[in-house]
């Protein structure tokens, strides 16, 4: 379980997070949406300790993570954009890794799915952003820990790996993980997000299940209820 | 923190700038030696290149290195790793192999033409000594500038002028100062001055060393009195640490609260 106490973030003049209030449920998938620059990267930055609050807490388990480090090893985290010292090749860089943080289980098996095999041996720089995204996927997935936290996990993906995906955060589900995900495709939020984070500059809007956001919004599909929310405050 | 220094190591042993840095010093070497095959001459020689260059290859290479290596510090960021971990582990990988192709570069060709057999032994360790020291000292500088500007060429910029305020413009100013107040005594002016900048610091204690600071006039024999005797040798070798200690120390702290 994650609690997230009246968390406020500035960057210089620009305040980002404004007092967010949010617990994460154990086991659960939970979805955050919001349109760009509502805060939601900043959030799970927050969470995973790249960027620094200026007030606020932030319980793992009961326990304040802010200003620790060894938490983190509950973590895995597949970052928004896939950038890699380039000069490495995707084996050295996913050898390092395993030398750095021991504890990788699942690294072959997961290369075997996303058929990353015959790019093993190719510099970083060389891949396409999709078999980088595929990467770092590979990367984060080969930890066994009790949270993952995926930021933009489909950009650049082509439809038989984000498949691939799905069911890889379908079976992290079924061994009991809390999952956080933001993503902007909202299909795939109703397909498998448990609950719904909706943040709107810097604070929470709307929290609770996908079927409350519609009844709230009086529409049918998720797609429309989210355009009615932005609508509303947007005018 | 030694894996995060091996990789960082690695990384910049595979650039091909380490290599170029390090041929520049076999080359210099080896030309030094051509022209003529005094070791004492050469060793001076070698010392106001020195001076210069590993402040100005230390300072642009923990500025690109801190720059192009923000992924990996990024990818780092999210394990299971202290801040001050990652970045004492890159700092020491940077400065450890530039103060290699140094100690390698100049050190072969000075081995190949009999500094073993040569009086010119120790002079030429504390030239290698104060080249990884100045390293050390101007890689912790750049890091610091890098951490405080998020824009590579305000980084860059700085850095450079850092490099330039302390190797060129801080001469000057020491230089007029000694003219303007040309009437007062100024021994301990000078001391004091040169105390506060790692590149003089650096000039001076060779200079003492290599017995020619005849050749400085009246301040020589300042300085003289208080470098040459082994209280002088070890208050500016301390300093020296304290100039790695100081930027390092604050280089942590700031990594403690910077948002990537």
């Known amino acids: ?235 | 923190m030694f894996k995060i220094l091996k990789y960082s190591f690695m990384d910049l042993m595979r650039s091909r700038w380490s290599y170029v840095y390090f041929l520049f010093y076999l080359v210099l070497g080896f030309v030094l030696f051509f022209l003529n095959s005094n070791t004492t001459k050469a060793v001076i020689t070698l010392m106001n290149v020195i001076i210069l260059l590993t402040p100005l290859i230390g300072t642009i290479f923990g500025v690109m290195y801190f720059y192009s290596s923000r992924e990996f510090t990024e990818l780092l960021l999210a394990q299971p790793l202290k801040r001050s971990t990652i970045f004492a582990g890159q700092y020491l990988g940077v400065s450890f192999s530039l103060s290699m192709s140094l100690v390698f570069g100049i050190g072969i060709p000075f081995v190949l033409y009999g500094i073993f057999t040569s009086s010119a032994i120790w002079d030429f360790t504390t030239l290698l000594f104060i080249g990884a020291f100045l390293t050390f000292i101007f890689v912790a500088l750049s890091f610091n500038i890098a951490l405080l500007f998020n824009d590579k060429i305000k980084g860059f910029g700085f850095s450079i002028l850092l490099w330039l305020f302390l190797a060129v413009v801080y001469d000057g100013l020491f230089l007029l100062s000694l003219l303007i107040f040309d009437d007062y005594p100024l021994d301990k002016l000078a001391l004091g001055a040169t105390l506060f900048n790692p590149i003089d610091l650096s000039r001076i204690l060779i200079l003492l060393k290599l017995d020619i600071s005849a050749l400085l006039g009246y301040t020589g024999a300042v300085f003289q009195k208080f470098f040459g005797t082994p209280l002088g040798m070890m208050v500016s070798f301390a300093l020296l640490s304290v100039w790695v200690i100081l930027p390092v120390v604050i280089m942590l702290f700031q990594t403690r609260k910077k948002d990537f």
Request: charged fraction near 25%; hydrophobic fraction near 45%; charge should be positive.
């Open chain 1, 1 to 235: 379980m994650i609690k997230v106490k009246t968390l406020h973030k500035k960057y210089g003049p620009v305040e980002v997070l404004k007092g967010v209030d949010i617990t994460f449920k154990k086991g659960k998938i939970t979805a955050i949406l919001g349109p760009n620059g509502s805060g939601k990267t900043t959030l799970m930055k927050s969470i995973l300790g790249l960027v620094v609050p200026q007030s606020g807490s932030i319980f793992i388990e009961e326990k304040n993570i802010l200003g620790q480090w060894d938490y983190r090893s509950q973590i895995s985290y597949v970052p928004q954009i896939a950038n890699f010292p380039g000069n490495l090749k995707v084996i050295e860089l996913i050898q390092m890794i395993q030398d750095i943080r021991p504890g990788a289980l699942h690294h072959k098996r997961l290369i075997e799915t996303f058929k990353l095999k015959p790019f093993l041996d190719k510099k970083l720089a060389a891949l396409s952003g999709g078999t980088r995204q595929k990467v770092n996927l590979v990367l984060a997935f080969m930890f066994e820990t009790p949270l993952i936290i995926l930021d933009e996990p489909m950009a650049g993906l082509d439809p038989v790996a984000l498949i691939l995906l799905k069911d890889l955060i379908a079976g992290e589900k079924a061994k009991g993980k809390t999952i956080l995900i933001t993503t902007h495709i909202i299909t795939l939020v109703e397909e498998i997000a448990d609950k719904l984070v909706f943040l709107l500059d810097g604070t929470v809007y709307f929290y609770g299940r996908v079927n409350e956001l519609k009844e709230k919004t009086g529409q049918i599909n998720l797609e429309k209820a989210i355009a009615a929310v932005l609508k509303g405050t947007y005018v």
